[in-house]
């Protein structure tokens, strides 16, 4: 099973940004699709953002998309996602997760990390 873990995460003010990351120790993550979820308090996690392993394409939810970016870095075997314009309801815990399918669907993500939270304040 692959291990992973998060980092990155913090608090900041609204507008912020931060590069939360994505790091495997055991295994390659190029062959897996790696997803970016997150769940507020209360709240069902979500699906935020999947980079496929197949062709490399990137699919982001509507609430985050133009501000988050996600990208792979194989050299330090870690996947990346990139938070600008951070708002409020973006306050949660952040996990990744890989899929050894290489796409981009919610329901084959497994071996979640332990999170990082990400708090944006006014």
């Known amino acids: 099973q692959v291990q992973l873990a998060e980092s990155g995460g913090g608090s900041v003010q609204p507008g912020g940004s931060l590069r939360l990351s994505c790091a495997a120790s055991?295994?390659?993550?190029?062959?897996?699709?790696i997803a970016w979820f997150r769940q507020a308090p209360g709240k069902e996690r979500e699906g935020v953002s999947c980079?496929?392993?197949?062709?490399?394409?990137?699919f982001y939810a509507d609430s985050v998309k133009g501000r988050f970016t996600i990208f792979r870095d194989n050299a330090k075997n870690s996947v990346y996602l990139r938070m600008n314009s951070l708002k409020p309801e973006d306050t949660a815990v952040y996990y990744c997760?890989?899929?050894?399918?290489?796409?981009?669907?919610?329901?084959?993500?497994?071996?979640w990390g332990r999170g990082t939270q990400v708090t944006v304040f006014s």
């Open positions: 980079i496929s392993s197949i062709d490399g394409s990137t």
């Open positions: 055991e295994f390659s993550l190029d062959y897996y699709a």
């Open positions: 997760a890989t899929s050894p399918w290489g796409r981009c669907r919610w329901p084959d993500f497994g071996s």
